[in-house]
């Protein structure tokens, strides 16, 4: 896997795009403990409560899927 490219981030949060062999992604981390730890690997918007779990700031996650309807960040 190699990082091509940060997308976004904030003090807890970080938002990379990576690419594999054959695939491409995005790598949502946020900072527990001191410690960069993976929470998400994604080619879509995640599911919302991904986002309400780990309370991901809209600056890193602009949109996410609710009962397969893509919601804004400012509406959830």
């Known amino acids: 896997m190699v990082i091509n490219e940060f997308l976004s981030e904030t003090s807890n949060f970080i938002a990379l795009k990576v690419h594999g ?13 001191k410690v960069w730890t993976e ?4 080619q879509d918007s995640p599911d919302c409560e991904l986002v309400k ?6 600056e890193i996650i ?5 009962d397969d309807k893509l ?3 400012d509406k959830f």
């Open 21 to 33: 062999r054959r695939y491409g992604n995005v790598m949502i981390a946020k900072k527990i403990n």
């Open 39 to 42: 929470i998400a690997s994604i």
């Open 71 to 73: 919601i804004i960040n």
């Open 62 to 66: 602009g949109a996410c899927y609710q």
């Open 53 to 58: 779990r780990y309370e991901i700031p809209k």
